[in-house]
């Protein structure tokens, strides 16, 4: 499985405008969370953009979730 954040995702100026998209692929980061935040689940993502990979995806998002705990962004 891919470690890093930038194993799962990449940018660059010549694919998408500079938009951060899966890596190998020319689909944006942006549309996963589009897909999630209107009630998808991640099978219905996939299906609609079968060059990402579900390690990629799943990746994506344990990452996310490591980042807002690291961040301790909620005060209790």
Request: proline content about 3%; overall charge negative; glycine content about 6%.
């Amino acid at each position: 499985m891919a470690e890093n954040l930038d194993q799962v995702l990449s940018r660059n100026p010549k694919v998408m405008g500079g938009q951060l998209v899966f890596a190998g692929t020319r689909v944006p980061f942006t549309h996963l969370i589009e897909y999630l935040k209107a009630g998808d689940s991640l099978d219905v993502f996939l299906d609609a953009f079968r060059t990402v990979e579900r390690e990629q995806a799943t990746k994506v998002i344990e990452l996310m979730g490591e980042l807002v705990l690291a961040q301790d962004l909620v005060k209790s």
